[in-house]
């Protein structure tokens, strides 16, 4: 359960603040901008007490502040939660920061177990509060907007028939020898073919294009047949042993899910199944929306933008839109590949509903251009629409308004958000969601998101407060 109080201050803690061990500027913006605004700490109290019957009771757990100052600075410093526990340990100013100053700071899988409480709903109202406060404390006015989109990648190999139906066959075949060993009985029906799996899949690696065209199809008739064959007897493994108990309490406990993730990968399995027979052994083009791209991460996309470097990415499409300065007043985890044109109305409509008016610029790269949505800027009150024309041929008035310096003014404010992207991906760790589930992907972004803010508006703060010392 969560702690219900903020930690008392020790007589050492006390010792140590008056020596002068303070945080590093950035982090103490931050932690002087979480004490002033505490309906952040409540929204997060609410989930850690989500599903407990007595949330007044029990064990004594981490505080709502503690995991949301932890969550913030694991993203902000890109650490592992190994490395998290560490350096918290290790430093006194950190252990200030995350308000943990002279009590024993708990194991890795505990900040674990505390951040996938977070949903991904309480994570988008924490940034919709940071970006208010900002914009009460008049850091951010609202007058330029830019949005774009791009793909966070999520924590898969390359996916190719082959190496998909070898996936099958090892994890289901694992999970079978787990359960005989939590059931503690002899199951019959169940062939080991692991070895039969990986030669054939290892020998569809190594062909080359002539040999693939004469013996891909044998090979692959070979490994499907394989794959189906333990999908199969797991299956009946499991229908043969719905009564079976184990004597041992821990591994009774265990049984059930055994059962539930046997079921789970042998349903992926039997996607994967008829999708490599589909593909190779019909030859069907397959669509895309039909495919699976990982059994660990079902719910991967295929993304295809055009870009000569990345031509094909698996992931999920992210919308962004950045202000002025440099605030992500709103982002979305995308499913599929949709078009980026049917994001600019909306996200125009959510700018007036945060900030009560309309940009005045709105920047965004070609693949956002209609005519439509042009119109739709101008109806909303947007005086700069700042949205290249993608296709078609220009008329001399679009040539003549696109060569104006104001067009070109907010082509290059829109070529922010471009850096904004990079510093999400190698500062905040977007690049690639280590997580598992659609649900943590999501949390993922969202942090990376809110790391970003409050470093922003920690820099906006110091400045402001440079300046007026100055004066």
Same mark, same amino acid.
């Given at each position: 359960?969560?702690?219900?109080?903020?930690?008392?201050?020790?007589?050492?803690?006390?010792?140590?603040?008056?020596?002068?061990?303070?945080?590093?500027?950035?982090?103490?913006?931050?932690?002087?901008?979480?004490?002033?605004? #505490?309906?952040?700490?409540?929204?997060?109290?609410?989930?850690?007490?989500?599903?407990?019957?007595?949330?007044?009771?029990?064990?004594?757990?981490?505080?709502?502040?503690?995991?949301?100052?932890?969550?913030?600075?694991?993203?902000?410093?890109?650490?592992?939660?190994?490395?998290?526990?560490?350096?918290?340990?290790?430093?006194?100013?950190?252990?200030?920061?995350?308000?943990?100053?002279?009590?024993?700071?708990?194991?890795?899988?505990?900040?674990?177990?505390?951040?996938?409480?977070?949903?991904?709903?309480?994570?988008?109202?924490?940034?919709?509060?940071?970006?208010?406060?900002?914009?009460?404390?008049?850091?951010?006015?609202?007058?330029?907007?830019?949005?774009?989109?791009?793909?966070?990648?999520?924590?898969?190999?390359?996916?190719?028939?082959?190496?998909?139906?070898?996936?099958?066959?090892?994890?289901?075949?694992?999970?079978? +020898?787990?359960?005989?060993?939590?059931?503690?009985?002899?199951?019959?029906?169940?062939?080991?073919?692991?070895?039969?799996?990986?030669?054939?899949?290892?020998?569809?690696?190594?062909?080359?294009?002539?040999?693939?065209?004469?013996?891909?199809?044998?090979?692959?008739?070979? &490994?499907?047949?394989?794959?189906?064959?333990?999908?199969?007897?797991?299956?009946?493994?499991?229908?043969?042993?719905?009564?079976?108990?184990?004597?041992?309490?821990?591994?009774?406990?265990?049984?059930? #899910?055994?059962?539930?993730?046997?079921?789970?990968?042998?349903?992926?399995?039997?996607?994967?199944?008829?999708?490599?027979?589909?593909?190779?052994?019909? +030859?069907?083009?397959?669509?895309?929306?039909?495919?699976?791209?990982?059994?660990?991460?079902?719910?991967?996309? &295929?993304?295809?933008?055009?870009?000569?470097?990345?031509?094909?990415?698996?992931?999920?499409?992210?919308?962004?839109?950045?202000?002025?300065?440099?605030?992500?007043?709103?982002?979305?985890?995308?499913?599929?590949?949709?078009?980026?044109?049917?994001?600019?109305?909306?996200?125009?409509?959510?700018?007036?509903?945060?900030?009560?008016?309309?940009? #005045?610029?709105?920047?965004?790269?070609? +693949?956002?251009?209609?005519?439509?949505?042009?119109?739709?800027?101008?109806?909303? +009150?947007?005086?700069?629409?700042?949205?290249?024309?993608?296709?078609?041929?220009?008329?001399?008035?679009?040539?003549?308004? #696109?060569?104006?310096?104001?067009?070109?003014?907010?082509?290059?404010?829109?070529?922010?958000?471009?850096?904004?992207?990079?510093?999400?991906?190698?500062?905040?760790?977007?690049?690639?969601?280590?997580?598992?589930?659609?649900?943590?992907?999501? &949390?993922?972004?969202?942090?990376?998101? &809110?790391?970003?803010?409050?470093?922003?508006?920690?820099?906006?703060?110091?400045?402001?407060?440079?300046?007026?010392?100055?004066?």
């Amino acid at each position: 359960m969560p702690r219900a109080a903020k930690p008392q201050i020790s007589f050492a803690d006390w010792e140590l603040l008056q020596q002068g061990i303070s945080l590093e500027p950035l982090l103490q913006s931050i932690s002087d901008f979480l004490d002033d605004h #505490e309906e952040m700490i409540e929204t997060v109290r609410r989930d850690l007490e989500r599903g407990l019957k007595k949330p007044g009771t029990g064990r004594r757990g981490l505080t709502p502040s503690q995991v949301l100052r932890s969550f913030i600075l694991i993203r902000v410093k890109n650490w592992n939660y190994r490395e998290l526990r560490e350096r918290i340990t290790d430093g006194y100013t950190l252990r200030q920061f995350t308000d943990f100053y002279c009590q024993p700071v708990p194991k890795h899988d505990a900040f674990n177990r505390a951040f996938h409480r977070l949903t991904p709903e309480t994570l988008q109202a924490v940034n919709e509060l940071v970006v208010q406060a900002a914009v009460d404390a008049g850091l951010e006015d609202g007058q330029k907007l830019r949005v774009d989109t791009t793909v966070v990648q999520t924590d898969i190999h390359h996916p190719t028939d082959s190496t998909l139906l070898w996936d099958v066959v090892r994890v289901v075949t694992r999970l079978v +020898g787990h359960f005989k060993k939590a059931v503690q009985q002899r199951i019959k029906g169940f062939c080991n073919r692991t070895r039969a799996a990986r030669r054939r899949m290892q020998a569809i690696q190594r062909m080359t294009p002539k040999e693939r065209q004469e013996r891909q199809i044998e090979k692959y008739r070979e &490994l499907i047949e394989v794959t189906e064959e333990v999908v199969t007897s797991a299956q009946k493994v499991v229908e043969q042993t719905r009564k079976a108990r184990s004597k041992d309490l821990v591994a009774e406990m265990a049984v059930p #899910e055994l059962r539930k993730e046997i079921d789970h990968y042998c349903e992926l399995g039997e996607r994967v199944i008829d999708q490599a027979r589909r593909r190779v052994l019909q +030859g069907e083009q397959v669509p895309n929306a039909e495919k699976i791209f990982s059994i660990f991460e079902p719910h991967t996309d &295929l993304i295809k933008r055009g870009k000569v470097l990345t031509p094909v990415e698996f992931g999920h499409k992210v919308f962004l839109a950045e202000s002025a300065q440099g605030l992500i007043t709103q982002y979305e985890v995308l499913q599929g590949n949709p078009n980026d044109e049917q994001y600019v109305e909306p996200s125009v409509q959510r700018h007036k509903k945060m900030f009560g008016h309309a940009p #005045e610029v709105y920047g965004s790269d070609r +693949g956002f251009f209609s005519e439509q949505n042009v119109k739709s800027c101008k109806r909303n +009150g947007v005086k700069v629409v700042c949205i290249p024309q993608c296709g078609g041929q220009k008329t001399a008035k679009r040539k003549a308004y #696109e060569k104006s310096p104001v067009f070109k003014k907010g082509q290059r404010f829109r070529a922010g958000i471009e850096g904004r992207i990079s510093v999400l991906f190698r500062g905040r760790g977007m690049k690639r969601c280590l997580a598992e589930g659609h649900e943590r992907f999501e &949390l993922w972004v969202g942090a990376a998101v &809110l790391a970003n803010n409050l470093m922003r508006i920690a820099a906006l703060l110091t400045k402001r407060s440079r300046k007026r010392r100055a004066a």
